[in-house]
């Protein structure tokens, strides 16, 4: 500790900080694709392009999950001449090619999200892959199952099935308790009961924390007329299929009867907490309840989608997208920084009255933060009548200079030495900002006791 006599004298005290967060939030959109074959070298699959970026420039996702890519030059296609072909903002996680001729692939955008490791776990006949996500500002990340079911209704086709949701459910089942994950894709399920992959989807069992949930729900039987709006397959019949001016590219018809695409969710987000759905924004993307058994462009027209829209949906895919909105719990990004300090030497010949020891700065960058106390421990050997107070002050400058800051903070009668706090601040510092705050003290008389300042404790 240093002794100074002063009639005012000022001191600083961090080289660190205890940081206690605050929360806020933010959303992202999320959409499910089936593509149909999509590649970059079938002519045909290349004339979709234009539809494919209508109807992106509609439902604006911010991470799109897709099946039925043909292999990865395919991916980079999609990626470069439909979701960057006018400006970069997608990213493609980790590709793995399964030399299957249907892949699956993950984008995003990356001004919301990072990427990790990309699985892929092999089964008889398409592997189920494992994404991981994190969104900005979100301490954990999101696993990402993306899979292609076995197709058909013989009893060897639902074994395969249900084989194939065992191997989703294993992996799932060694993610850790409470992660954030979800299952996506064509389950290629004519109904709940189509063998035993959709009761083990969400069945629930001792030791087990892989399960998943719905974000929605509907009375009866999903493949029944009355729940025609969450139908994904198919937006075409043969008679419409005719009309198509790049063929059908292998797509089914048969008209909307079947919700083939599902989105599933953990308990984490299932769960009210950390990331959760929006309300009411899970959708079979252009269906409004109204085609059961009819292509998505017979009448009546869609109550809200353009004629151009529910066309394009028709063209591109014999499956409709599946749309959701997630919220999520984020904490703004504060990084605390002790950047100047002065020797004693350093202040012998100034104005001791206005000259911090040393400050700290506060950099904000990926949200703004309201900070709402500063706490420290005050020491030394000085008595309670001298110092008669501490001050906090804060400016967007970073050279300490009290006659350009603004008080905020004001501790009058402190007191010996011990825990002080500066409380119900309510100081505003917003995304992007670097501020600088100091601590004074109004030493009375001539004291040549000791006066010390411990790190301080930020809370936003």
Same mark, same amino acid.
């Given at each position: 500790?240093?002794?100074? +006599?002063?009639?005012?004298?000022? $001191?600083? *005290? ?55 890519? %043909? ?24 590709? %793995? ?18 990427? !990790? ?53 294993? #992996? ?34 001792? !030791?087990?924390?892989?399960? $998943? ?14 729940? @025609? ?17 790049? &063929? ?24 009210? !907490? ?7 924004? #899970?959708?079979? *993307?252009?269906?409004? &309840? ?19 829209? =529910? ?13 959701? +909105? ?15 300090? #002065?020797? =004693?030497?350093? =202040? ?41 107070? *501490? ?11 009290? @006659? ?13 030495? !011990?825990?002080? /706090? ?18 004074? @003290? ?16 930020? /809370?936003?």
């Amino acid at each position: 500790m240093t002794r100074f +006599k002063s009639a005012f004298f000022i $001191f600083i *005290f961090s080289l660190s900080v205890y940081v206690v967060c605050g929360q806020n939030t933010a959303d992202f959109t999320l959409v499910n694709w089936n593509l149909l074959n999509y590649s970059s070298s079938n002519n045909n699959s290349v004339a979709r392009v234009a539809e494919f970026k209508l109807l992106i420039g509609e439902m604006l996702p911010d991470v799109l999950v897709c099946q039925e890519i %043909i292999n990865e030059s395919g991916a980079l296609h999609f990626l470069d001449n439909v979701l960057n072909a006018d400006s970069v903002t997608f990213s493609m996680a980790p590709f %793995i090619t399964s030399g299957t001729g249907l892949d699956n692939a993950v984008y995003y955008k990356t001004a919301k999200f990072t990427s !990790g490791p990309t699985k892929a776990y092999p089964t008889n006949l398409r592997p189920i892959y494992r994404f991981s996500v994190v969104p900005t500002g979100f301490a954990d990340t999101i696993y990402v199952f993306s899979v292609h079911l076995k197709a058909g209704s013989t009893t060897s086709d639902r074994a395969q099935r249900d084989a194939e949701v065992d191997t989703l459910r294993k #992996y799932s089942n060694l993610l850790p308790p409470n992660s954030y994950f979800m299952t996506m894709g064509d389950f290629n399920l004519k109904s709940e009961n189509d063998g035993n992959s959709y009761t083990r989807l969400l069945e629930q069992l001792p !030791g087990e924390t892989g399960n $998943f949930y719905e974000f929605i729900s509907w009375t009866g039987s999903w493949a029944n007329a009355s729940n @025609a709006i969450l139908h994904t397959q198919s937006p075409r019949t043969t008679t419409s299929q005719a009309n198509i001016p790049y &063929g059908t590219l292998g797509g089914a018809p048969g008209g909307m009867d079947d919700r083939f695409d599902l989105v599933l969710g953990s308990a984490a987000m299932y769960n009210s !907490g950390g990331v959760d759905i929006v309300p009411g924004t #899970y959708e079979a *993307f252009g269906n409004a &309840g109204l085609h059961y058994n009819l292509a998505l462009t017979d009448a009546p027209a869609h109550p809200t989608l353009s004629s151009q829209i =529910i066309e394009a949906l028709h063209n591109v895919s014999d499956h409709l997208p599946v749309r959701a +909105k997630f919220s999520y719990e984020i904490q703004p990004d504060a990084l605390v920084r002790n950047p100047l300090g #002065y020797s =004693i030497s350093d =202040i012998q010949n100034r104005d001791r009255s206005n000259f911090p020891l040393r400050g700290t700065r506060i950099s904000v960058s990926n949200a703004p933060v309201t900070i709402t106390q500063v706490r420290f421990e005050a020491t030394g050997n000085y008595n309670q009548a001298d110092v008669a107070e *501490f001050k906090l002050l804060v400016s967007t400058q970073p050279n300490f200079d009290v @006659a350009a800051s603004t008080i905020i903070g004001t501790i009058s009668n402190p007191g010996t030495a !011990g825990m002080k /706090t500066f409380q119900n601040l309510q100081y505003a510092i917003p995304a992007g900002q670097t501020h600088y705050f100091f601590v004074t @003290a109004e030493v009375n008389g001539q004291t040549t006791r000791v006066v010390g300042v411990s790190p301080l404790q930020v /809370t936003y």
